[in-house]
């Protein structure tokens, strides 16, 4: 059984940066597809970031407008921990976040870590 824990959530002020990780545990395996969610109360889930394994060129990553320029996903391999560096933080971008992973057609997720922005 698979289980994606995230971790590196907390309180910080505006302008600040945190790094959340988001491992797997159990079994590993190779996640074609990594993402980040995050859910503000009272508000849907939204993508955040994605990084899709692309072969010999390598991983590509994607962001959703409102975090392009100041996150930034990674990771070192398909079997490793995946990362989300989010710098220039805003109060707007406190929420639960949330790491998705994708491996042999199946989904899942973690339980997400809290970040809030507050000064």
């Known amino acids: 059984q698979v289980q994606l824990v995230e971790s590196g959530g907390g309180l910080v002020q505006p302008g600040g940066s945190l790094r959340l990780s988001c491992a797997a545990s159990g079994r590993i395996f190779s996640f074609t597809h990594m993402d980040w969610y995050r859910q503000a109360p009272g508000n849907q889930r939204e993508f955040v970031a994605a990084i899709t394994s692309g072969g010999s060129s390598g991983d590509i990553t994607n962001y959703a407008d409102s975090v392009k320029g100041r996150f930034t996903i990674s990771r070192t391999d398909a079997k490793s921990p995946v990362y989300l560096q989010m710098n220039s933080l805003k109060p707007e971008d406190t929420a639960v976040y949330y790491c998705?992973?994708?491996?042999?057609?199946?989904?899942?997720w973690g339980q997400g870590t809290q970040v809030t922005v507050a000064s």
């Open positions: 998705r992973g994708i491996a042999l057609g199946y989904e899942y």
